[in-house]
């Protein structure tokens, strides 16, 4: 009897492994896609409205999309870029979280206790605000860090004004590497303890419409 229960703890845990990358894959798809419509749709709008002078703040991506300008060409160019960094980030925080998480998210579904057919049986999925944190937080400071990182190497640090505007946000920040790992460090502390906040308020909002008759 263990042993069947231990292969069918084996094999939920694959399935979950298996429902974790499908929804990662999905997630980083969807995002990547929605990105890539909204950077094309916004500079082709900037041409149409504004013509020979429609860079203004947009030509600011550039700085983080190799090769983009506003104009026809520069748009499938940020398109691919906002594909690239949304998609790869939105997967990687699901994977992350998933990883992280693992086993434990069976164990957080609030499940009452009225219905005794499981499969009817509705359920709500809490937040676990340390796997959250971990993964959302990492992704921010490892795309912080990344951006900065490559600021240096194309050696425009010194005219990037617009990056170091992240020290009023991020105190000890600059556009260097020492200053980037900084400030990916103290972006990770905030964004673990946003998430924190936020999952703690969740799942309480959750208990109190569960308890509620």
Avoid at 162 to 189: D, K, M, Q, R, T
Avoid at 196 to 208: F, K
């Amino acid at each position: 009897m263990k042993a069947m229960n231990r292969d069918a703890d084996h094999v939920n845990f694959k399935l979950l492994e298996a429902a974790i990358r499908f929804n990662a894959r999905i997630l980083g798809l969807t995002a990547g896609t929605l990105a890539a419509a909204v950077i094309y749709i916004a500079t082709q709008a900037s041409i149409v409205k504004w013509g020979g002078d429609s860079g203004g703040y947009l030509e600011l991506l550039a700085i983080f999309f190799p090769g983009y300008s506003v104009s026809s060409t520069g748009a499938w160019v940020g398109a691919f870029w906002a594909f690239i960094y949304c998609g790869t980030g939105s997967w990687l925080s699901y994977r992350v979280y998933g990883k992280v998480l693992g086993a434990r998210i069976s164990g957080l579904l609030l499940s009452p206790g009225s219905t005794m057919n499981p499969v009817l049986k509705p359920s709500t999925l809490r937040l676990h605000g340390v796997s959250l944190g971990i993964a959302i937080g990492a992704i921010a400071g490892l795309g912080l860090f990344a951006s900065t990182a490559w600021l240096v190497i194309r050696g425009t640090a010194g005219e990037s004004v617009h990056a170091a505007l992240f020290s009023n946000y991020i105190p000890g920040y600059s556009v260097s590497i020492f200053g980037g790992l900084w400030g990916a460090i103290e972006l990770f502390g905030l964004v673990f303890l946003s998430c924190l906040l936020l999952a703690t308020v969740y799942n309480r909002l959750v208990e109190m419409r569960h308890k509620t008759p």
